[in-house]
């Protein structure tokens, strides 16, 4: 296929999706936490890329190499801080963005597998908090883990199970950074692209809901 086709196939690609009609009470301003969560995310990711180029995921080097990225790193301090306020607004954002899922009732058919997908995302996002809380491998986010991994073991029959798992034996560790560090950076992510790409296409395919 030569340049000039693929160019058009582009193009037509592009102009079909921008003459996709939208309902017109998608302009409600309430409408916009879904695509203000998918920003954080990107934030994310990409500030994310950035701390990890300097992180330490030990539990010697965890704290030591935080300090590091704000001491003296060039703009590290600015990017751990828009880091750090990126995942809470991603937390507020997708909240409110289920809470106009749920008061439009756009969950209903046939967007029922959208709303599973939208709530993955939410325990993901939620899931990302909690590991990169962790990560820092001070006093508090020690015992977050610790905490973190208990609530795990109390869930019934598998609990003991999911708790030696999350915490890579008997007790929180440095294997136990190690899995949450994989988590947050690798397991976690793929996840979340894997559902936002469904989330997308189905939205793509079904078209925006036009709520009440």
Known sequence: MSTEMKDVDVKTMLKEIGAKPVPASVRKFYYCFGGLTFLTFCVQVLTGIILAMYYVPTPEGAYASIQFIM?????????????????????????????????????????????????????????????????????????????????????????????????????????????FYALHIAGMPILAILFLTLHFIMIRKQGISRGL
């Not at 610790?146 to 440095?174: D, F």
């Open 71 to 179: 001491t003296d790193v060039n703009m590290g301090a600015v990017v751990r801080s828009i880091h750090r306020i990126a995942s809470n607004l991603m937390v507020v954002f997708v909240l409110f963005h289920m809470l106009r899922v749920i008061l439009t009732k756009s969950y209903k058919h046939p967007r029922q597998f959208n709303w599973v997908a939208g709530v993955c995302l939410l325990l993901l996002t939620l899931g990302f908090c909690f590991t990169g809380y962790m990560l820092i491998w001070d006093q508090v986010g020690y015992w977050a883990a610790v905490i973190g991994t208990q609530i795990a073991g109390s869930i019934p029959l598998l609990g003991g199970v999911l708790q030696e798992m999350a915490q890579g034996g008997s007790k929180v560790s440095g294997v136990t950074l190690s899995r």
